[in-house]
């Protein structure tokens, strides 16, 4: 009997995580659902849901590359589609963060391209969403997940962040010269 | 539910696997794997996924008594060529009938992604065979590199079973998602171009300045607390465009997962600082004020690792 009552109980946190991450949640039932995040449970199952969504929402591709990591391929090179960039709602990359930190803004950055790309894409694409979560204040209005208003002080220096890639990308592993792509974003040149 | 689903998932990753494979990995294994990048000849197409993205590169390996050239043309996407010898790198672009020196030595170009040193990976990964596969026509051998702790995601490699030559590269997620993928469709091993091909349309151009550069710093600024196996890799400064103070690199590295931590003064101290966490895909990027600073972490490490290295950074010099 106790047992079923827990069951309910993981049940509805379950839905109310869903309904979150779907941005269907109000922002009273937000900030009550925040607060109870903080919880490494919760924290795990949010993530697990992302997952979730992540592999719903992701279409042939990685599909493909999932099923070629292990199998011995029939026939080589194989030619793979390059997958469209869906639309990604703002909660999507919202990440696990210890409760201890106070305030911590969880940004999806779409704009965030790692590899070349051209300035047009770096500088004048969609702004960064900005979902404000662990300071109450922030979640007050009754902006969801997703419609969480752009917090103009965490959209980072997207020249900054070029910067910041390109000078890490010299020490990982890549095709492309990290150099190049410093070189590609200042000079302007088209990438085509 | 939660636990099925994510059963689900791994069980995908799994299965796909021979499971009769239990045979243990030789400790030299991932040694011959990373000296037969470095030692080999080798000539052939990569197709690199990321993100939602596919390159497709031809890459060349030549080791003689000259030493060690390498060269990489892209055949999709802008057409940029290559070439790294002796420590240099150049880059063409036929567009603009230039080439650019390189003074970043240190970036690895697959299949040379592998330390030198391979003894502390070990130390913070699981190593495990995942089986055989055929990849670009070669019987190959799969190992995968599993993380012992938190602080850092998973590989999978595929080596040629013969000659070690590293054939597949694939990055997995905190879910042990393949998230990334450097994999060879046709290699030929044991031959290369001559070096006079391999230095075609390199040795006529004019090189042109680099367009930015770091220079190595004995750094006042030290990551208090590292993860298990992250060490010091590089230390530098950089002049950033439009900026008039240099800002301070610090590279970590277990010898597969790097962070970088990036330690910038703040020029106006009325402007909003920010402090948070961001993330696409496998790239994480974690940022904080300290004092008259901003640190800035990123890299293809998990949120943790940041956090942890950017949360515990100090300087030893008195303000």
Redesign the interface.
């Known amino acids: 009997m106790l047992e079923a009552v827990q069951q309910k109980s993981a049940g509805s946190l379950?839905e109310r995580i869903s309904s979150a991450m779907d941005g269907e949640l109000s922002g009273h039932e937000l900030q009550q659902f925040i607060a109870q995040a903080h919880t490494s449970d919760t924290l795990?199952?949010w993530?697990?849901?992302h997952?979730?969504g992540d592999?719903i929402r992701r279409n042939t591709?990685?599909t493909n590359?999932?099923?070629?990591?292990?199998?011995?391929?029939?026939a080589?090179?194989?030619i793979?589609a390059?997958?469209?960039?869906l639309p990604v709602p703002a909660g999507k990359?919202l990440?696990p963060?210890?409760a201890s930190?106070a305030?911590?803004?969880?940004?999806?950055?779409?704009v965030?391209r790692?590899?070349?790309a051209p300035v047009s894409h770096l500088a004048s694409n969609t702004p960064v969403q900005t979902v404000a979560m662990a300071r109450p204040t922030a979640a007050r209005k009754s902006a969801t997940l997703q419609q969480a208003a752009p917090v103009?002080?965490?959209n980072?220096d997207q020249?900054?962040?070029a910067?910041?890639?390109?000078?890490?990308?010299?020490?990982?592993?890549?095709?492309?010269?990290?150099?190049?792509d410093?070189?590609?974003q200042?000079?302007s040149?088209p990438?085509? | 539910?939660?636990r099925v689903?994510?059963g689900l998932?791994l069980a995908?990753?799994?299965s796909?696997?021979?499971a009769d494979e239990t045979t243990n990995i030789d400790p030299t294994w991932l040694n011959q794997v990373a000296a037969a990048a470095r030692q080999l000849d080798y000539e052939g197409?990569?197709?690199?996924?990321?993100?939602?993205?596919?390159?497709i590169?031809r890459i060349a390996h030549r080791h003689d008594s000259a030493g060690d050239i390498a060269r990489?043309d892209?055949l999709s996407?802008?057409d940029?060529s290559?070439l790294s010898e002796n420590g240099h790198?150049l880059?063409y672009?036929p567009?603009?009938h230039e080439v650019?020196p390189?003074h970043?030595l240190?970036?690895?170009?697959?299949p040379g992604?592998l330390p030198v040193q391979t003894a502390s990976l070990t130390n913070v990964y699981t190593v495990q065979s995942?089986?055989?596969?055929?990849?670009?026509?070669h019987e190959a051998t799969?190992v995968a590199l599993l993380p012992k702790d938190a602080y850092r995601y998973g590989y999978?490699l595929w080596a040629d079973t013969s000659s070690h030559l590293l054939l597949r590269?694939?990055r997995l997620n905190?879910?042990q998602?393949?998230e990334e993928?450097?994999s060879f469709?046709?290699i030929h091993i044991g031959s290369a171009p001559s070096r006079e091909k391999l230095h075609e349309n390199f040795i006529t151009r004019h090189p042109v300045a680099?367009?930015?550069t770091?220079t190595p710093i004995h750094s006042p600024w030290l990551v208090q607390n590292l993860p298990a196996g992250y060490q010091l890799?590089?230390a530098s400064q950089?002049v950033?465009?439009?900026k008039q103070q240099p800002v301070i690199?610090l590279?970590y590295?277990d010898g597969l997962s790097?962070a970088?931590l990036?330690v910038?003064p703040v020029s106006n101290p009325d402007q909003?600082?920010?402090?948070?966490?961001?993330?696409?895909?496998m790239?994480?990027?974690y940022?904080r004020p300290l004092g008259n600073y901003q640190i800035?972490a990123?890299?293809?490490v998990p949120?943790a690792t940041l956090?942890m290295m950017a949360d515990s950074i100090t300087s030893t010099e008195k303000k």
């Open positions: 379950a795990e199952d993530e697990t849901w997952v979730i592999a591709i990685r590359l999932v099923s070629r990591v292990a199998e011995s391929l029939e080589e090179p194989t793979l390059p997958r469209r960039r990359y990440m963060i210890a930190v305030a911590v803004a969880v940004v999806s950055l779409s965030l790692l590899g070349p103009q002080q965490a980072f020249s900054r962040l910067s910041y890639v390109a000078a890490h990308r010299e020490y990982t592993p890549g095709i492309d010269s990290p150099i190049m410093a070189s590609w200042t000079s040149e990438a085509q | 539910m939660r689903l994510a998932i995908g990753l799994i796909a696997s021979p197409v990569v197709v690199y996924q990321h993100d939602d993205k596919m390159q590169t990489m892209t996407g802008p940029r290559w790198i880059c672009v567009q603009k650019s390189e970043h240190r970036h690895p170009f697959f992604v995942i089986g055989h596969a055929r990849i670009a026509d799969g999978l590269l694939t905190a879910r998602h393949p993928q450097f469709t046709q680099a367009v930015r770091e890799v590089s950089m950033m465009p439009g690199h590279v590295s790097t970088s990036f910038e909003p600082r920010q402090n948070g966490l961001f993330g696409q895909n790239m994480n990027l940022t800035t990123l890299g293809e949120p956090m």
